[in-house]
T-cell receptor, first 108, second 118 residues
Framework: GQNIDQPTEMTATEGAIVQINCTYQ??????LFWYQQHAGEAPTFLSY????GLEEKGRFSSFLSRSKGYSYLLLKELQMKDSASYLC?????????FGTGTKLQVIP | EAGVTQFPSHSVIEKGQTVTLRCDPI?????LYWYRRVMGKEIKFLLH????????ESGMPNNRFLAERTGGTYSTLKVQPAELEDSGVYFC????????????????FGEGSWLTVV
């Protein structure tokens, strides 16, 4: 089976940097996704890590350590529109399992 | 390129009625997934099609739920009879069967079908 843990809520200030952590235990691993979901909307793809290390995409970066079962999503220069839920999801052999999501609130 | 489309976007039905949700994946995507998110809970996997075959249906809650993907194109998810606890958002997602990590394995989600059973 798969178990994914991430914080339930976080608050950060506009312009700051925030790191959202995700730990997982899985019986098979074929990559880790981060999705952003605004209230009432579909999850949208942010990043996909299958090898260890940091992947950078503009203001968003994602890190993976397979040996530690750990990932984080780093958001820089936070904007108000970044207020959303951030979902960590792990792909096993075929199936993708989601964590509960971290609700990020960006305050002025 | 059109994304994953789902219909209906919202549905309100009475307990005991039947509802059929439809998903059109991105053209060329062999993998089609159904997920569900009930209020306050995480997104949960329901099942996975590879073309027209059910690869994994371990997440289907009970036999009131029936998913089909005839011809390996669009998929339907029928709930019959609907119960109050079936209320939630039903997401469909699709991905290519193979390819490099970003190109082949990224899963794209539809907007969801919001189901309310009263």
């Amino acid at each position: 089976g798969q178990n994914i843990d991430q914080p339930t809520e976080m608050t950060a200030t506009e312009g700051a940097i925030v790191q959202i952590n995700c730990t997982y235990q899985t019986s098979g691993f074929n990559g880790l996704f981060w999705y952003q979901q605004h209230a009432g909307e579909a999850p949208t793809f942010l990043s996909y890590n299958v090898l260890d290390g940091l992947e950078e995409k503009g203001r968003f970066s994602s890190f993976l350590s397979r040996s530690k079962g750990y990932s984080y999503l780093l958001l820089k220069e936070l904007q108000m529109k970044d207020s959303a839920s951030y979902l960590c999801a792990v792909r096993g052999y075929q199936k993708v399992t989601f964590g509960t999501g971290t609700k990020l609130q960006v305050i002025p | 390129e059109a994304g994953v489309t789902q219909f209906p976007s919202h549905s309100v039905i009475e307990k005991g009625q039947t509802v059929t949700l439809r998903c059109d994946p991105i053209s060329g995507h062999d993998n089609l997934y159904w997920y569900r998110r009930v209020m306050g809970k995480e997104i949960k996997f329901l099942l996975h099609f590879v073309k027209e075959s059910k690869q994994d249906e371990s997440g289907m809650p009970n036999n009131r739920f029936l998913a089909e993907r005839t011809g390996g194109t669009y998929s339907t998810l029928k709930v019959q009879p609907a119960e109050l606890e079936d209320s939630g958002v039903y997401f469909c997602a699709s991905s290519q069967a193979s390819g490099p990590p970003y190109g082949g394995n990224t899963i794209y989600f539809g907007e969801g079908s919001w189901l309310t059973v009263v």
